[in-house]
């Protein structure tokens, strides 16, 4: 027992917790149901990564790209790839729930865990609710195909109803009709139409509501229905998505080829997002370690395997789309269905808006039934209430958190459009990615499980400084000029990512580190400098909001910590205090802002006045402490 925030969890001590039963908040003896073969791992792999991306976000990535997307993908691929092999090296040796905070947990300690754990809180949810989104959008175009209408107000969100009808009032009135685009007027039309009380108007993404109620009951009755429901929904998609591929084959003109990189690497580069936010979900499979047959042989193959065949269907999707059209008509939202129009293969669309309606379905499946284990593997640490790590008697699904995660997602998905910060989604995935590399570094070589998968050992002791002179010889412009200009401070994260690579490198020289979980550290963090400065201050945002819940509930209520001592509880009430003052300080400084600006910096500012003034204290209390004499 400790009280140190960086305090441990053995490998021993997670796999003896799980073999005695707590798995379940009550130690019933409940305990997930083994079911998941290689083969099963694999399509969920596929399930998760094959979605959205591939019918939506792949077309803006081509307009910015053109046809030098494919490197992209292959750089996205090798990305996850190094990722995937970090996962595997940790699957095979803590085959339990819980992913990357699982993970942290043995490597880096308990405060790590809690803040990888509640960033993947983030991203599954975030992520799931865009999906969620998507889905309602392509369900209603399919109905629509079949010449069924539903009124608007059941399948637009509140919030871009009410925005698109301020919009159309203030456009009006300033007489720039030019500016009311269709998608203000549909949301306008909405608004108008929809029934309502007073000011208040009855307006939900219903669809979005529909299946995510049908998911969470499939996820929610046991691992073999999702698996079944997992399998064929990925191999009809899989069929459709191959089929696409050779037909557009025949329609290619390799002009459109022509320049393979119109914009440049940099224009490349601007559809990381997108292309990484499809590739996202295949670390969601490490969820499943205790739902699997053997999990330490299996797990490993079914997230590599995942991971080659995705990255070639979206290089050959990739490759048809440039191919049949120029990359400048590809800033559409159905980049399939708008190609095969243009070649006057109208009747296809139908088959590919069918397609996306499934390809997304399994997406939201594999992610729903991701969370629940994350906040299942939490609970049993004792960072959450004991009853999100409750086993269903019947069913053996953790049930309350499978409910829990089913509000998370339905009730904004029905009222709001995420779609902003979506990018939260890949920002935190990378991180999560990057914890997991850096915690492979941490982990002793020689403890690998004999006849189990092993991440191949290469000494990066000479490559990685060569490589880092490499980049400092190619890149020495580019890296000055970050520091020039009206907004240099919004460059900060790639001056981390500077800062990071240099340090690593005389880790690897010195430790004679690994290369592929370096390789594979660097490169995620990378990608992760280029989502932008707003990005990573909402991320920062998210985790200061999740320390206050670790440090007002997680500290004292985990498994390995003692009783909390009464200095901390008073820094608690102190910073209370702190928070409190800190949210009257926003209303009134801020008092032009609207009245969601209001709320969210309000939130943000009370935590971070709860944590300096906690901070502040405890370190009073610990310096007192130190200084009384002892007897």
């Not at 803006?60 to 996850?80: D, H, K, N, R, W």
């Not at 499934?358 to 640490?381: N, Y």
């Not at 999560?432 to 002793?444: K, R, S, W």
């Not at 990071?500 to 995620?524: E, Q, Y």
Request: proline share 4%.
């Amino acid at each position: 027992m400790s009280n140190s925030i960086f305090r441990k969890k053995s490998i021993n001590k997670i796999m003896a917790d799980v073999a005695s039963g707590l798995s379940d908040s009550e130690h019933s003896g409940n305990h997930l149901t083994r079911a998941l073969n290689v083969k099963d791992l694999t399509l969920m792999g596929i399930a998760a990564v094959v979605g959205a991306g591939i019918f939506s976000t792949i077309g803006e990535a081509s307009f910015q790209g053109g046809p030098g997307v494919t490197i992209l993908f292959v750089i996205t691929a090798v990305t996850c790839g190094f990722s995937a092999l970090c996962y595997a090296e940790f699957a095979s040796r803590i085959p339990v729930a819980g992913s990357a905070y699982t993970y942290a947990y043995a490597s880096f300690g308990e405060l790590i865990a809690w803040i990888i754990g509640w960033d993947l809180l983030m991203e599954y949810a975030i992520g799931n609710i865009a999906v969620a989104i998507s889905w309602s959008t392509y369900f209603v175009n399919l109905l629509e195909l079949c010449h069924i209408h539903m009124p608007r107000y059941l399948i637009m969100d509140y919030f871009s109803a009410f925005t698109a009808h301020e919009q159309i009032q203030k456009l009006t009135a300033s007489h720039n009709l030019a500016g009311i685009t269709d998608a203000i007027k549909e949301g306008a039309l909405a608004w108008d139409s929809a029934p309502g009380i007073g000011g208040f108007r009855l307006i939900a993404n219903t669809p979005a509501l529909l299946i995510v109620i049908i998911i969470t009951y499939l996820v929610y009755i046991g691992i073999r229905e999702t698996k079944r429901a997992t399998n064929g929904m990925v191999i009809l998609k899989i069929a459709i998505v191959l089929a696409v591929i050779a037909i557009g084959f025949f329609y290619i003109t390799p002009a459109n080829w022509h320049p393979f990189m119109p914009n440049g690497f940099s224009g490349v580069m601007k559809g990381v997002s997108g292309v990484f936010f499809a590739y996202i979900g295949f670390d969601a499979i490490s969820t499943t370690a205790e739902e699997c047959e053997n999990p330490q042989r299996d797990l490993p193959r079914g997230m590599i395997y995942s991971l080659i065949i995705c990255t070639v269907l979206y290089i050959l999707i990739a490759l048809v789309l440039t191919g049949m059209v120029n990359y400048k008509d590809l800033a559409v939202g159905d980049p399939l269905a708008f190609v095969f129009n243009k070649v006057h293969l109208p009747g296809i669309g139908g088959v590919i808006s069918f397609s996306a309606v499934i390809a997304t379905a399994s997406v939201l499946l594999i992610f729903q039934l991701g969370q629940p284990r994350i906040w299942m593997s939490m609970s049993r640490d004792g960072l959450l209430p004991k009853v999100f790590s409750r086993i269903h008697p019947k069913f053996h699904t953790p049930s309350f958190a499978t409910i829990v995660t089913g509000f998370v997602v339905a009730i904004p998905a029905l009222f709001m459009n995420l779609t902003e910060v979506t990018d939260l989604t890949s920002i935190g995935t990378l991180f999560a990615f990057v914890l997991v590399c850096g915690g492979v570094l941490l982990i002793p070589r020689e403890a690998a499980v004999a006849g189990k998968f092993h991440l191949p050992y290469i000494n990066a002791k000479f490559i990685a400084p060569v490589l880092f002179i490499i980049g400092a010889i190619f890149f020495w412009k580019p890296m000055i000029a970050l520091f020039s200009g009206e907004n240099a401070h919004e460059n900060f994260p790639f001056f981390l990512f500077i800062i990071l690579s240099a340090a690593l490198t005389v880790m690897a020289f010195i430790k004679n580190l690994s290369l592929i979980p370096v390789l594979g550290l660097l490169s995620c963090f990378y990608l992760m400098t280029q989502l932008g400065y707003d990005n990573w201050i909402r991320f920062l945002g998210w985790l200061v909001i999740g320390l206050v819940i670790y440090v007002s509930y997680g500290y004292t209520h985990s498994s390995l910590g003692k009783t909390a001592s009464p200095a901390h509880k008073s820094s608690l009430w102190f910073g209370l205090v702190g928070g409190i003052l800190s949210v009257i300080a926003v209303s009134v400084l801020m008092p032009d802002h609207s009245a969601l600006v209001l709320i969210l910096d309000g939130i943000v500012a009370g935590c971070l006045g709860f944590l300096a003034v906690y901070l502040i204290v405890s370190s009073y209390f610990l310096v007192t402490k130190k200084g009384k004499p002892t007897t």
